[in-house]
């Protein structure tokens, strides 16, 4: 690209106006290795595909954050690189058929499951599942959703759905399925009873598994008082829990 001399000649301004050759220029905020480390990982991964190498460089990365980390960073920006270490820690280690670590690595620098970031924990649900293990997320992602930080933020009703359908339904945990929607004020009504509904099909398929039947029930089989009567007292008692929960006055344990 052809350079713009005037521009490049022009006077650099600062508050006051064009500098003085007796004012210092003011350099700009130095960058933390950590980012060139993520830049470096990333390329690994994605252009040279040598995993291991872009699990190393996450590594190295995480160190550099924890010894070098730089105050006159924006608060925003070591907790996006190291999520963006995650993201790609996780893609590494899924590629290299060792996602069983993937909990434990990411654990290792959150140290809690409460502190880890939505994006990361949607990853482990989404990995975990689709290798039929979701069992291994089961308390993890049941600890972040209870902890009061994680409910006001704009991911967490998805991901309370997305560990109903992906870890809950799966494991048969139905009643705690049904407390977790019901008792979640992140669901709109019209989601919650669409949940319900999944958590009503799945018991149904549950019970004739138990008694051995073998009628299949109709994946369309629509909602109706007679069909699915607990879906409307849940519903009821939800906009009951909703009212007590504004005046603090009460609480509510939905049970079977």
Known sequence: ??????????????????LRSSEPVRAAPARSPAVDLLEEAADLLVVHLDF??????????????????????????????????CVVGIQAL?????????????????????????KVLELCILLYSKMQE?????DVVGAWLQDPANQDLPEYGALAEFH??????????LSEAEELVVGSAAFGEERRLD??????????????????????????EEASPSSLPFLYKLAELF?????????????????D
């Open 1 to 18: 690209m052809k350079s713009d001399c005037s521009t490049s000649a022009a006077p650099f301004r600062g508050l006051g106006g064009p």
């Open 52 to 85: 291991r190498a872009a699990l190393e460089t996450c590594e190295r990365a995480w160190q550099s954050l924890a010894n070098h980390a730089l105050p006159e960073e924006p608060a925003g920006t070591s907790l996006e690189v190291k999520c963006s270490l």
């Open 94 to 118: 899924a590629e290299m058929d060792r996602w069983q670590e993937v909990l434990s690595w990411v654990l290792q620098y959150y140290q809690v499951p409460e502190k880890l970031p939505p």
């Open 134 to 138: 979701p069992r291994a997320v089961l």
């Open 164 to 173: 109903v359908q992906r870890v809950l339904l799966p494991l048969g945990c």
């Open 195 to 220: 949940v319900l509904q999944a958590i009503h099909t799945a018991r149904q398929q549950q019970k004739q598994e138990h008694s051995g039947s073998e009628e299949a029930q109709k994946p369309n």
């Open 239 to 255: 906009r009951w829990i909703r009212k007590a929960a504004s005046s603090r006055l009460y609480q509510l344990r939905i049970r």
